[in-house]
């Protein structure tokens, strides 16, 4: 049984930071595509961050500069260090999974709220 489990998600102040993190289970993950998704109220759920098995990285623009992320392959785990967060961050952030060759994403956590407010 495959699971994505996210933690790390709060309140946290405009300038502030959050480290989230999504531990995998039931894959071999070091073969994996790991993504970091959020979806705010009333919005489409977007890409934050990819990180493909090599390392290699994309963001979205609107974080370049803020957020970073990183796999470790021992501990099954994808992070994502978010930085001079801003309320427009505000959103439930996922986790995704997907082989490398493939379109859609094979497997997604059960998310969890960032919410970036004074």
Same mark, same amino acid.
């Given at each position: 049984?495959?699971?994505?489990?996210?933690?790390?998600g709060?309140?946290?102040?405009?300038?502030g930071s959050l480290?989230l993190?999504?531990?995998?289970?039931?894959?071999?993950?070091?073969?994996?595509?790991?993504?970091?998704?959020?979806?705010?109220?009333? *919005?489409?759920?977007?890409?934050v961050?990819?990180?493909?098995? $090599?390392?290699? /990285?994309?963001?979205?623009d @609107?974080v370049k500069g803020r957020?970073t992320?990183?796999?470790?392959?021992t501990k099954?785990?994808?992070?994502?260090?978010?930085?001079?967060?801003?309320?427009e961050?505000?959103?439930v952030?996922y986790?995704?999974? *997907?082989?490398?060759?493939?379109?859609?994403?094979?497997?997604? $956590?059960?998310? /969890?709220?960032?919410?970036? @407010?004074?």
């Open positions: 049984q495959v699971q994505l489990v996210e933690s790390g709060g309140l946290v102040q405009p300038g480290r993190s999504c531990a995998a289970s039931g894959i071999f993950f070091s073969i994996y595509t790991m993504a970091w998704y959020r979806q705010a109220p009333g *919005k489409q759920r977007e890409l961050a990819r990180i493909v098995n $090599g390392g290699s /990285t994309n963001y979205a @609107s957020f992320i990183s796999r470790d392959n099954n785990t994808v992070y994502l260090q978010m930085n001079n967060l801003n309320p961050d505000t959103a952030y986790c995704g999974a *997907k082989r490398e060759f493939k379109a859609t994403y094979d497997y997604w $956590g059960q998310g /969890t709220q960032v919410t970036v @407010s004074s």
